[in-house]
């Protein structure tokens, strides 16, 4: 049996849905070679949340 506290049993279950999301990113790109620069990504991130804003949804 292991014991751990619950801070580092939290920062296990981080770490391993990083690594996760990471893993599944890697699939995605795989898949297509279509990528995007940093400049379209946040532009993107920026109009959608400015759009959240200006319809109320926050």
């Known amino acids: ?3 751990m ?3 580092a049993y939290e920062k296990l ?3 391993s849905e990083v690594y996760f999301k ?3 990113a890697e699939l995605q790109a795989k898949q297509t070679n ?3 620069s940093h400049k379209e990504v946040f532009d993107s991130l920026r ?3 400015q ?3 200006d319809g109320g949804n926050v």
């Open 34 to 36: 279509q990528r995007f």
């Open 22 to 24: 990471l893993k599944e």
């Open 51 to 53: 759009e959240k804003v």
């Open 1 to 3: 049996m292991v014991v």
């Open 13 to 15: 279950q981080f770490e």
């Open 47 to 49: 109009q959608t949340m």
């Open 5 to 7: 506290s619950f801070e």
